[in-house]
């Protein structure tokens, strides 16, 4: 698949964008790549690691840090939009005009929005994971396109975030690759 013809991604972040420096590192490994990270957009500043890598998969990736609107933004050459890490409300306005998708950090439809860690431990619950959804007007209550599990092992927020983190980690470029065949083949 020739550059032209790769699904173009545009990242949001909020935080350190580990999981999207997770994901660029796997990309720049990859030879046969599915997706081309054409857009990084960030509500904070972004890491240099980030750009760093981000410039080596692709030289002409636009990255735009501090924006406070996504409105302002020119999403040309975008097919989709992946919310990975980004803490604010998409606005209806992007995500009816975009296909655009969310990292979760619980097996919804349990555990919309924060504090999903220390909910799922109040609760006793057996397992934990993530789940990449579309994004509608509804926090994290889009359509569901890749859920990976995991048994509790963990009794306290901290030790469970960090095996959290790690499935992401390990899974988060995997399932990106999986929604990228589905959409290309609509």
Excluded: W
């Excluded at 306005?93 to 220390?118: E, R, V, W």
């Amino acid at each position: 698949m020739d550059q032209l013809n790769k699904i173009k991604v545009c990242f949001l972040i909020s935080g350190y964008g580990t999981n999207l420096f997770k994901v660029l590192t796997n990309l720049k490994k990859d030879k046969i790549r599915k997706f081309l990270p054409s857009i990084i957009i960030s509500n904070n500043k972004v890491k240099d690691e980030i750009k760093n890598i981000a410039k080596k998969v692709n030289q002409k990736i636009k990255i735009y840090e501090d924006i406070k609107d996504l409105n302002t933004i020119n999403f040309i050459n975008t097919d989709l939009i992946f919310s990975i890490g980004y803490m604010k409300k998409i606005p209806n306005s992007i995500f009816q005009k975009y296909k655009t998708i969310n990292l979760h950090p619980s097996l919804l439809p349990n555990y919309k929005g924060l504090m999903t860690h220390k909910r799922m431990l109040i609760n006793n619950e057996n397992l934990y994971g993530f789940t990449i959804h579309l994004v509608n007007e509804s926090i994290d209550d889009g359509e569901i396109l890749f859920q990976k599990s995991k048994k509790v092992n963990n009794l306290n927020e901290e030790s469970l975030i960090k095996a959290h983190k790690k499935l992401e980690y390990e899974n988060v470029y995997k399932a990106l690759i999986e929604i990228c065949i589905i959409l290309d083949k609509l």
